[in-house]
T-cell receptor, first 114, second 113 residues
Framework: SAVISQKPSRDICQRGTSLTIQCQVD?????MFWYRQQPGQSLTLIAT?????????ESGFVIDKFPISRPNLTFSTLTVSNMSPEDSSIYLC???????????FGQGTRLTVV | AQTVTQSQPEMSVQEAETVTLSCTYD???????LFWYKQPPSRQMILVIR??????QNATENRFSVNFQKAAKSFSLKISDSQLGDAAMYFC??????????FGTGTRLKVLA
């Protein structure tokens, strides 16, 4: 398994500002992902965090809005930029290690934009 | 495109009874995995059970079992002897070996004492 620490667990932010969410894993992992879960809805993949290169974004998500860093195999950050109330969601970090195991999730960051 | 459909937004079950949550999916991949995750109010996504598509035998984990119908692209979760702690959102997910999961919309399970 993998132990994932996500910070902050929650935050309330002013519109127009940015928030950086951190994801720390207790061991090296191959794959790291960021998901968004809007209120009462399912999880939607934002991007794959690639170690040493630019993140790979899913349709509807762009780097200017959600810049991602992954400096090593145990750590990644997601920034939500120029926030609006529509960005109020839970953001979850997910990791995978081997091809035959399931993905593990952090406890999520609940973001409220006012 | 891959899709996952959960047609039951909410289900209720009496404590100690059995409940089945439905999930259908669509994929053109021949090698894929299916998962049921539980999300309690703590927001932590917890893996309940997984099924490899190439395995014909249905997966079981203690009180949790699945009915995997590959031809029908159906993957239902059965919870036996329901407990109060089973109350949560349950998400069905489809993956094709890259951990990029497609999630269903979820089913909220209520367990009645």
């Amino acid at each position: 398994s993998a132990v994932i620490s996500q910070k902050p667990s929650r935050d309330i932010c002013q519109r127009g500002t940015s928030l950086t969410i951190q994801c720390q894993v207790d061991s090296q992992v191959t794959m790291m992902f960021w998901y968004r879960q809007q209120p009462g809805q399912s999880l939607t993949l934002i991007a794959t965090a690639n170690q040493g290169s630019e993140a790979t974004y899913e349709s509807g998500f762009v780097i200017d809005k959600f810049p991602i860093s992954r400096p090593n195999l145990t750590f990644s950050t997601l920034t939500v930029s120029n926030m609006s109330p529509e960005d109020s969601s839970i953001y979850l970090c997910s990791v995978g290690r081997d091809s035959n195991t399931e993905a593990f999730f952090g406890q999520g960051t609940r973001l409220t934009v006012v | 495109a891959q899709t996952v459909t959960q047609s039951q937004p909410e289900m209720s079950v009496q404590e100690a009874e059995t409940v089945t949550l439905s999930c259908t999916y669509d994929t053109s991949e021949s090698d894929y995995y299916l998962f049921w995750y539980k999300q309690p109010p703590s927001r932590q996504m917890i893996l309940v059970i997984r099924q490899e598509a190439y395995k014909q035998q249905n997966a079981t984990e203690n009180r949790f079992s699945v009915n995997f119908q590959k031809a029908a692209k159906s993957f239902s979760l059965k919870i036996s002897d329901s407990q109060l702690g089973d109350a949560a959102m349950y998400f069905c997910a489809l993956g094709s070996g890259t951990y990029k999961y497609i999630f269903g919309t979820g089913t909220r399970l209520k367990v009645l004492a």
